[in-house]
C-alpha cells in the first residue's frame, strides 16, 4: 500500500494497526517512494534454567576438578 506523508499523518494510527497485523506500507513523499513501515519480527523468548534434561541441576553451576581444569587448558594432569 503506498501512502503519501501528509495521509500517513493524519491516519498513522490506522496505519499502525495495519502494518502490526503484517500489511507493508510504503510512505511516499511527492509520489515517491521515501520509506517503509511493515511488523517488527517477534522478540525472542528468554532463555529458561532447566530446558535441557540432566542440567537443571545445582551442581552443574560447581567448580570443576582441578584435573578437569588441567586437561582443558592443556596441561599435564
Known sequence: ???NV???KTQF???LE???AGQE???AKAGKPYARMMPLAPAASKRQR???KGI???AFFDPLPEEEIAAWEGRAG
Open 50 to 52: 532447566g530446558r535441557l
Open 56 to 58: 537443571n541441576d545445582d
Open 25 to 27: 506500507i510504503i510512505l
Open 6 to 8: 501528509h495521509d500517513a
Open 18 to 20: 495495519q502494518a502490526h
Open 13 to 15: 494510527s490506522k496505519l
Open 1 to 3: 500500500m503506498l501512502v
